[in-house]
């Protein structure tokens, strides 16, 4: 299987494997685009490379990290081992340093100053309920003003004019920090924005780390990471990118931009946010413009599945070794945990759940299940807590705990109630001779 190194291999990874889609049919980018996408997804069928996208000089693919089969095929494993490759890569010792080279492709073509206009560029409308158009696929590239250290994270655009964007960013963001003190210093903070990426670039974006992502990506593909410096900014960008935008965030320049689908399901609220004022747009010969359906699966994939599926995973498995496998599912929105366990004692299921809710406040639902049950399996799941919870023994409550504010069952600093599920066969329970289980078949044999 040839190496994943840019956006390019990995489609061909993909079609490869049957989880590409080419569709040729016309799309319109307002509204069209995201509905086709987000069907895909909740169908469970392959990521859309959109050919023909009506007012786009260029193709557009969206859902590349959707399922936990592309989510196998992007970090070159088994699904089953995409939570213990994770926990590898977000390591900091095992972490690569990025190394700089040249050039790159995505300067073939450079705008700078009046030439810019954002609104150029290929950027859908994705849901109804959205403000406008928003790039919701580009990794932000910043730097530590203080360390120098590189750094990527996902923040929203709004297109609010030809050279501007708003940026959606919490408190809690290294770039926000960032912007804080350059903003002391009355001085504009200098980032850009990757469009088009290899996807373990994707995924180090979504995780909080203490050093530069770009090591976490150099630690998935056991090699260091290329980088370039930008056009106009001073920053050091990944250089296989297929489109970059460049500019700064103005000290105290503020203004309203939302709402947007959200990782919850419902829209975001309206925000005073930081100016992207924009200064270069840079593009590759020919490049495939990507886009992250926004409120949906790979939403949920690359911001709370792989980065927090390891840090779970290492909390219970500090309370029981009977831990066989753990999953966020994104139909869960972040918010539930599964947890695949072999029960020792009619404890541990309980004691497990506990150190779910401990790991990550996100969690206010965990589900513990016999190792019989296919945790990725939304149906099978369903069947244990149908056929082997009794509703007043095997669930437990955690009233007023911290969650997520953003959680529409939580206040608005995110207290909330959170709930343990011991959906395992009790010890007790009446014997039914085991589950009924049928071999698999080849079918294409009988058809």
Not at 145 to 156: E, I
Not at 180 to 194: G, K, R, T, Y
Not at 244 to 249: A, H, K, P, R, T
Request: glycine share 8%; charged share 25%.
């Amino acid at each position: 299987m040839p190496t994943i190194h840019d956006l390019r291999s990995f489609l061909q990874a993909l079609e490869r494997a049957g989880q590409l889609a080419r569709i040729s049919k016309p799309v319109s980018l307002k509204h069209e685009l995201a509905d086709v996408a987000a069907a895909l997804e909740r169908r469970g069928g392959p990521a859309p490379l959109f050919a023909e996208v009506i007012d786009s000089p260029w193709p557009i693919v969206s859902s590349a990290v959707a399922t936990q089969q592309r989510a196998a095929l992007a970090l070159g494993c088994q699904q089953s081992e995409v939570v213990e490759v994770m926990r590898q890569a977000l390591d900091p010792s095992n972490g690569i340093d990025p190394v700089r080279v040249g050039d790159a492709r995505w300067k073939d073509h450079v705008l700078t100053d009046d030439e810019v206009d954002v609104r150029e560029l290929p950027v859908p409308f994705h849901a109804v309920g959205d403000g406008g158009a928003f790039i919701t696929g580009g990794v932000v590239v910043s730097k530590d003003p203080v360390s120098g250290r590189g750094n990527l994270s996902y923040n929203r655009m709004q297109v609010k004019g030809p050279r501007k964007l708003g940026f959606n960013v919490n408190e809690w963001r290294h770039v926000r920090q960032f912007l804080d003190v350059q903003e002391s210093e009355n001085e504009p903070l200098p980032i850009a924005v990757a469009i088009g990426l290899d996807p373990a670039i994707m995924i180090a974006a979504g995780a909080r780390y203490p050093d530069d992502e770009l090591r976490i990506a150099g630690a998935i593909r056991e090699r260091a990471i290329e980088v370039t410096p930008g056009v106009t900014a001073d920053i050091d960008i990944p250089a296989e990118a297929e489109i970059v935008i460049e500019g700064y965030l103005a000290p105290r320049d503020r203004e309203e931009e939302g709402p947007l689908a959200e990782f919850h399901g419902y829209f975001g609220e309206l925000w005073e946010s930081p100016v992207f004022h924009v200064t270069a747009i840079c593009w590759r010969e020919n490049p495939i413009f990507q886009t992250i359906i926004p409120g949906w699966n790979e939403h949920v994939y690359l911001g709370n599945v792989l980065p927090r599926e390891p840090l779970l995973l290492d909390f219970v498995e500090h309370v029981s070794k009977n831990v066989t496998g753990l999953h966020i599912p994104p139909y869960g929105s972040g918010f539930t945990a599964i947890v695949a366990l072999d029960k020792a004692n009619p404890g541990e299921p309980k004691n497990v759940a506990m150190a779910a809710f401990t790991a990550h406040v996100n969690v206010k639902w965990c589900i513990v299940v016999d190792s019989d049950i296919d945790i990725y399996d939304p149906a099978d799941v369903l069947w244990a807590l149908t056929t082997r919870v009794d509703w007043d023994r095997d669930i437990f409550l955690v009233p007023q705990a911290q969650g997520h504010e953003m959680d529409p069952t939580s206040d608005e600093r995110g207290v909330q109630t959170k709930i343990g599920v011991d959906a395992t066969f009790p010890e007790d329970g009446r014997d039914y001779h085991g589950r009924v289980r049928y071999r698999d078949v080849d079918l294409s044999r009988y058809l």
